[in-house]
DNA sequence: TTACAAACCAAGCGCTTGCTTGGTATTGTC
DNA sequence: GACAATACCAAGCAAGCGCTTGGTTTGTAA
């Protein structure tokens, strides 16, 4: 509970801040549902047409907001950055120990591709060559500070000799590993996130035990 | 070397049986352009123009060989499955003991997707909601065979106890995690892919110590 | 009430797309 | 060396695409 009103003052002071656009705000809609069709359509296959449609205006009116289409699915991907990066930084600020940090991480990542803003995330993973060379670039510089986050954790735990692989390598099998259960997760299927981040912690060797 | 024969060996053996076109066909020029093309631009993106000018025809002639542009992604798709298939089968056949069998699919499964068949196993990856319903449903039922050697692996290895956590978990995260090194691998970046595997081996507690 | 900008509509332009068509080389076979 | 069958070309069609345009409505503040 205080966790989401975590969440949630997290998202509103990145709003306030202009990073983030306010989900119910015209801009913010749109978006929301941008995420969500280019995730099940791919970027695309989806018109704007469908993203007009989605909102329910024309789709010449779309242009008042954005100049382009690539526009849209870079707004799409450097706010879902914005708001996972803060999200990661906060849950790790939270935990005690190098090992609580890591499983705050896994859980949060699992969180933000299986949750709220899962579409959006799905987007930041199979829409990524869609985004012309220039907005990648831009989009990777913000990346980088939510990866050096986890770099941080990894490589304590590595001094710490309890990692059982190089970290960067670990770091690229869990982005790989957690982005993939978007293809197959279901939070009905009798397995929640906090088994799911178990089951990851358990199968580096970093379970409960010892 | 062997390997290398027995992999030739085993695309002929393919070949020979019609499940697979011979790569110095056009037909089989032709999937092996458009994985290249399809991993690199995507397949909304890449046009029949574009496909019919990397083997040098005109882009009317490719209906020809494949009656719509769809036929062709499913063409890749298919072919590249029941390939690896096959190469995964040969290579837990001549492993001995389960942990040696894992280690093979691992490596096999590197191999496949940052090796000759790279291209197409991308495609498989990133491609696969541009594929209609029932083409996909069409490749799942390969995929299941493809998957079954897989689970039968862990499913022994699990029963010895020496997994660290759920055998289909684990499954569902190697897929993700080996097949995000496309994103990343690079084999002169000092890590060879039998490095890799060592490392993902010791990830798993399944290191070559103890 | 007036003034003005932001938000939107209706229509459609220019271009690219997957695919078709009617005809011409090229190939293998007896 | 006749003859299909196969492989290809040149041209283009209908549909859909991202985006533009000129004009109307809506919200806001003096």
Redesign the interface.
Known sequence: MEFLLNQDAILKSLVADNLVSDPSSARGRLLHEAAGLFR???Y??TTVRDLAAAVGIQSGSLFHHFRTKEEILKAVMVETIRLNTALMQAAVDEAGTDRDKLRALVRAELESINGQTGEAMAVLV?EW??LSEPSQAEVLELRDIYEAIWLDVLGALSRKKVL???PF??R??????????V??YRPDGG?SLDD?TT??M????L?SST
């Open positions: 099940d359509k791919g695309e296959r199979f060559r869609s059982l692989a190089d390598v670990i690229r099998m869990l982005t790989g590993a957690l982005s993939w259960t293809t197959w397995l799911l089951q990851v358990a199968m580096m060797g379970g």
